[in-house]
């Protein structure tokens, strides 16, 4: 089954959206299957940016992602790295839907509280960098009441 990184950053951190975050996903009929909150150092922000390293914001975002801790988490479902950019909503706040997280909760794109994995190549190899001893290995009783 496909799986996308999605990370609370920490602006979504300190203003208590963890939880409304999370159930948006939970509530959808995706499965958590790795959660945990951490502060990353910069070579580490760096990293999972490196294909923006080139990008005017870049020393910007990488202090965004360092100022505080974040929570990384993958969560599972059909087409959820897609569906999940849409819950996400786009990444300027002031093109996102309202409705989306980003639409809802953001105003500004160097703040603009979420990640999620763009692709599902992507997703893999972010997972592989966040959750190095793999994720946990379990599946929901709901599942037959999600899925046909
Ligand atoms: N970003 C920014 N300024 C920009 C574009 C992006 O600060 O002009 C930040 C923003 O926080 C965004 C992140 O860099 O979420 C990664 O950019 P990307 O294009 O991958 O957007 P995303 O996949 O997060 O929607
Ligand atoms: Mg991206």
């Known amino acids: 089954m496909e799986q996308s990184f999605i990370m609370i950053k920490p602006d979504g951190v300190q203003r208590g959206l963890v939880g409304e975050i999370t159930s948006r996903f939970e509530k959808k009929g995706f499965l958590l299957k790795g959660l945990k909150l951490l502060s990353v150092e910069r070579p580490f922000a760096e990293k999972h940016y490196e294909d923006l390293s080139s990008k005017p ?15 990384a988490m993958v969560w599972e479902g059909k087409n ?4 999940g950019r849409k819950i996400i909503g786009a990444t300027k706040p002031s093109e996102s839907a309202p409705g989306t997280i980003r639409g809802d909760f ?11 994995s763009d692709s599902v190549e992507n997703a893999k190899k972010e997972i592989a960098l966040w959750f190095p001893d793999g994720t946990v290995n379990w599946q929901s009783s709901l599942h037959r009441w999600i899925y046909e």
């Open 57 to 71: 914001f870049f020393e910007g975002l990488v202090e965004y992602i360092i100022s505080g801790p974040v929570v």
């Open 106 to 116: 953001a105003v500004e794109v160097g703040r603009n509280v979420i990640h999620g």
């Open 80 to 83: 959820v790295v897609a569906t």
